[in-house]
């Protein structure tokens, strides 16, 4: 019989340990085709997050290191400019990204790292109960908005992609969603499009995705998607917001110390001195 279906082959065999009908899920298995397809298991290092997703180092073969809060971004530059032929991504909700780590984010967007986000909008902190976060959308019940968020306490939600499109660093900026078929494609081949930026060394790559956490929503998963459609979909408008290929990025860091050694030499600083009071 012809195989038509198959589980990814970066992926473990661990069950996750995600909600029913939450789509975490959905997204890895997502991802980790998108892995396999461009053959880069190998290569490739994930930086895990805080958040329901913090366990995803279990689900994938590959190589991942785990952020504090918020710091996934800053993580990655580091890493990657360690290991620049390595292929780097976070995956953060966005309570981790678009508040604990918004100054993170910012700045590697603005730096044009050439890195790779998967940032997971379900427009509530999942993992710790079903807090407020950025992303919660006006009049949204939350346990710390008990009678839904208003503007004079809470202000209004970020747009993650609309905001950081502003920027001249990023190069692939795209808002996605997994509700159907149709959806899922366009995240899969825009996580191919992002990935593939990084490979070419053409820079900083973030593909939003927004995500349900039925659990914290309150709702059974399919009442929550038909949710998401009505009312996320509206304030987080699907679809591509920054698209150039940039060609900045050689940050030829892992030689930086003999670099600077040499800069210093030229500027007439001695820096084994400098090395021996630190
Ligand atoms: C009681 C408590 N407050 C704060 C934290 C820190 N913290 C860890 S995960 C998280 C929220 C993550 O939400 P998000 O990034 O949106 O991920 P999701 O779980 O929604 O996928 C916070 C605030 C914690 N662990 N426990
Ligand atoms: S709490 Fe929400 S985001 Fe976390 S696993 Fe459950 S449904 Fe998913
Ligand atoms: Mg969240």
Not at 12 to 19: G, R
Not at 45 to 71: E, K, L, T, W
Request: charged content about 20%; hydrophobic content about 35%.
């Amino acid at each position: 019989m012809e195989k038509v279906f198959s589980k990814p082959h970066v992926l473990t065999d661990t069950p996750t340990h995600y909600c029913p009908g939450c789509t975490h899920g959905v997204i890895h298995r997502i991802v980790a085709k998108v892995i396999d397809d461009l053959g880069i298991e190998g290569d490739t290092i994930g930086i895990s997050p805080v958040g329901c997703a913090v366990f995803m180092y279990n689900y994938f073969h590959c190589d991942f290191q785990q952020a504090a809060h918020g710091r996934a971004p800053a993580v990655a530059t580091g890493v990657k400019r360690v290991h620049p032929d390595k292929i780097v991504f976070t995956y953060q909700g966005d309570g981790d990204l678009a508040a604990i780590g918004t100054a993170e984010t910012v700045h590697a967007a603005t730096r044009g790292e050439n890195i790779t986000i998967v940032y997971i909008n379900n427009s509530i902190y999942g993992m710790t109960g079903g807090q407020m976060a950025p992303t919660t959308l006006m009049g949204q019940v939350t346990q710390t908005t008990p009678y839904g968020r208003e503007a004079s306490t809470q202000g209004f939600p970020i747009g993650i992609a609309e905001m950081l499109s502003t920027l001249e660093g990023p190069s692939y900026i795209k808002r996605c969603a997994v509700d159907s078929i149709k959806h899922i494609k366009d995240t899969e081949e825009s996580l191919r499009v992002a990935f593939q930026r990084q490979i070419d060394k053409k820079g900083f790559s973030l593909v939003e995705i927004l995500s349900t956490c039925p659990t914290n929503w309150g709702m059974p998963p399919l009442e929550a998607m038909e949710w998401e459609r009505e009312n996320v979909f509206k304030v987080f408008p699907l679809g591509l917001y920054k698209d150039k290929e940039i060609n900045f990025y050689h940050k030829d860091v892992a030689n930086a110390d003999e670099k600077a050694i040499k800069a210093s030499e030229n500027s007439g600083t001695d820096c084994d001195s400098i090395k021996e009071e630190d």
